[in-house]
């Protein structure tokens, strides 16, 4: 069974940082499109990063340009999420994605077939 694995979430500071890990069992990431979405308490679930699977092209939202970083690691197939300077309003549930086919937007939640279970992220003094 395909399963995605989310880990790295926590208490942080404003103005700290984290690193987030996704790891997969039963496929190899390295081939997927990835992304990072997120949702707060009564909000969508939005898109944060996304990574391609060739060239390893990049998209951030807005509001995380500058202070969130994704890369993968393909030899231990995982993809990251670097974030710093992070910011009340970045708490939320962070969920890793899988796709293999990218129609319109790589943070598009639609464009995903495969999700995590989720980390929580709570930023707070």
């Known amino acids: 069974q395909v399963q995605l694995v989310e880990s790295g979430g926590g208490l942080v500071q404003p103005g700290g940082s984290l690193r987030l890990s996704c790891a997969a069992s039963e496929f190899t990431l390295g081939y997927y499109y990835i992304a990072w979405f997120r949702q707060a308490p009564g909000t969508e679930r939005e898109g944060v990063s996304c990574?391609?699977?060739?060239?390893?092209?990049?998209g951030y939202a807005d509001s995380v340009k500058g202070r969130f970083t994704i890369s993968r690691d393909n030899a231990k197939d995982t993809v990251y999420l670097q974030m710093n300077s992070l910011k009340r309003e970045d708490t939320a549930v962070y969920y890793c994605?899988?796709?293999?086919?990218?129609?319109?937007?790589?943070?598009?939640?639609?464009?995903?077939?495969?999700w995590g279970q989720g980390t929580q992220v709570t930023v707070s003094s």
């Open positions: 994605a899988a796709g293999r086919n990218i129609r319109r937007s790589c943070l598009g939640r639609l464009e995903y077939d495969y």
């Open positions: 990574i391609t699977p060739t060239y390893g092209s990049k």
